[in-house]
């Protein structure tokens, strides 16, 4: 900064205005792999909300479902209440710990190949090729003047886009209601407003931030870039050039090495300037060529890049990893009959080593290293538990509370009556009889409303239909002698030929005169 007005002055930019980016299309093993990962996660979102399965006459059939209305939430043959909300956060966990590993060993891969941002920009990106051409085409669209061809263009583009935003938020609300039934009323016009103005929603994010903003999002808005930083090492596989490798860099095959220029073309006082020989040239007599680099500065790599990068220059924040620039540079590679990968896989240690004239280590030996053993373990030993848990859990489940207003009541034959508020739950899809009892309290006599003193006996049946919560008030009365309070366990067992049982700790309350 010379003067102040370097940050004050008329031709100063707080931002850079944005550079379109028009990625070039490329065939190869990584652009093959983003196709499939699209294809398939496009058709998890879109269609499982249309699968069903059978849980019988008293549940619903779709397969993955949140019931917020019953507060449920099913995934095939694994229903999930709200008092086991530990699952969901079992499964953010190992969520987390997935990218955690992930970013270990390869870097940004997530974000190269399976981020729902990576995913609709992708899907946008080829739509937008499909109307208006390759990379270069798009180019020349952009400068030339409106005329009706450009304007069918763009609106044809943009038209698709919406389209595809739409989509995208009406598949988002299916996962929460019957998607059969929610499709009809939303064509109908009978669905509820936040149906509605959820679709509005995920239809004007998914407009803008796959189809207008694309690389900025990555790029500025997403704070996981900032967070991978502080998780890779030199032992991280990331997409990485080859420095030892490529520079320094020719101009390809099609220029010969041009000779030291001509005196009578030179500048008079201007020393003689001699041409980087060509790879021609070096093949042709490598003992008097100096050492030049197998990078032939085609700018492939940058033309593909879907955040407009140039991975020459190192690891960049904007670099998702998503190796499209591999394959731009193998094919430019193979056709000037050099060795592929001089863009690949690799670490920086290996670059280090293989700089030097060593051997590199395979890149899968890379992945067994103590950090990614420790997150593998840890996500394999969440993930086993909670299949245990799952496996092992009553299909019952039993709440007591305490009615404290009145504390305690004296009966006419001098017993003492306490009243509590039970809950069963049953989490079979089908009405379920069930025994409720006492347990650490003699002489027990239990009634619920509609029953009397009279006829209560020591245990208590109730019906809970299928998939429900049933709630009853029950009346305990128990021999006046005894502690103030005392330390009681309410049973619930199943009748069934399946069973299960469950228990709640609670307390019977006296007065201190009965003791």
């Not at 207008?212 to 090492?233: F, K, N, S, T």
């Not at 039970?422 to 025994?435: A, S």
Request: hydrophobic fraction near 40%; proline fraction near 6%; charged fraction near 20%.
């Amino acid at each position: 900064m010379s003067s102040p007005e370097d940050l004050t002055g008329p031709k100063q930019k707080l931002f850079e205005a944005r550079t379109k980016i028009f990625p070039k299309a490329v065939d190869g093993s990584y652009r093959r792999v983003k196709w499939a990962i699209m294809a398939i996660t496009l058709a998890i979102y879109y269609f499982t909300p249309w699968l069903r399965w059978d849980r019988g006459p008293y549940a619903p059939d779709q397969a993955v479902l949140v019931d917020i209305a019953h507060r449920r939430f099913f995934m095939f043959s694994i229903e999930i209440w709200p008092h086991e909300f530990y699952y969901v956060a079992g499964l953010l966990i190992m969520a987390g710990i997935g990218l955690f590993l992930v970013t270990s060993a390869v870097g940004r891969a997530w974000c190269g190949y399976a981020c729902p941002q990576t995913v609709w920009t992708d899907l946008f990106v080829h739509v937008e090729r499909f109307i208006e051409g390759d990379r270069n085409a798009q180019i020349r669209l952009q400068k030339a003047p409106w005329s009706v061809s450009k304007v069918v263009k763009r609106t044809a583009k943009h038209a698709i886009w919406l389209a595809i935003a739409v989509a995208t938020g009406g598949a988002w609300i299916f996962y929460f209601a019957d998607a059969p039934t929610l499709f009809g009323d939303v064509v109908s016009g009978q669905a509820p407003v936040a149906a509605y103005a959820t679709i509005a929603i995920l239809t004007g994010t998914t407009y803008v931030l796959g189809g207008l903003m694309r690389e900025q999002v990555c790029i500025y808005m997403c704070p996981w870039p900032r967070i991978q930083g502080a998780m890779l090492d030199e032992k991280s596989l990331l997409v990485t050039y080859k420095y030892w490798r490529g520079e320094p860099r020719t101009h390809g095959l099609k220029r010969a090495a041009p000779a030291a220029r001509r005196p009578e073309t030179q500048d008079q006082g201007a020393e003689p300037q001699v041409g980087v020989p060509s790879l021609v040239a070096m093949a042709a007599d490598p003992q008097k060529t100096p050492r030049i680099g197998d990078c032939i500065d085609c700018n492939a790599c940058v033309a593909v890049c879907p955040t407009g990068i140039d991975i020459r220059n190192g690891s960049q924040i904007g670099c998702i990893t998503c190796g499209l620039c591999i394959d731009a540079c193998d094919d430019i590679m193979t056709k000037i009959g050099r060795p592929t990968r001089l863009i690949g896989y690799s670490t920086i240690a290996d670059e280090v080593i293989a700089g030097e004239g060593g051997e590199p280590m395979h890149p899968f030996r890379r992945l067994l290293r103590l950090r990614t053993i420790l997150y593998t373990l840890v996500w394999a030993g969440i993930g086993m538990g909670m299949l245990f848990a799952l496996g092992t859990r009553t299909r019952i489940d039993l709440s007591v509370s305490q009615t404290r207003n009145p504390l305690y009541v004296r009966l006419s034959d001098g017993s003492i009556r306490n009243t509590y508020t039970i809950k069963v739950r049953n989490m079979e899809n089908r009405p379920r009889e069930v025994e409720i009892g006492v347990a650490g309290l003699s002489g027990v006599a239990m009634w619920n409303d509609g029953g009397k003193r009279e006829t209560a006996g020591s245990t208590l049946r109730l019906s809970v239909p299928a998939d429900q919560v049933a709630r009853t008030r029950v009346f305990v009365a128990a021999p006046a002698k005894g502690p103030a309070r005392q330390d009681v366990s309410f049973t619930v067992r199943a009748l069934d030929d399946e069973g299960g049982q469950d228990a709640d700790a609670n307390f019977f309350e006296r007065p201190e005169t009965g003791q």
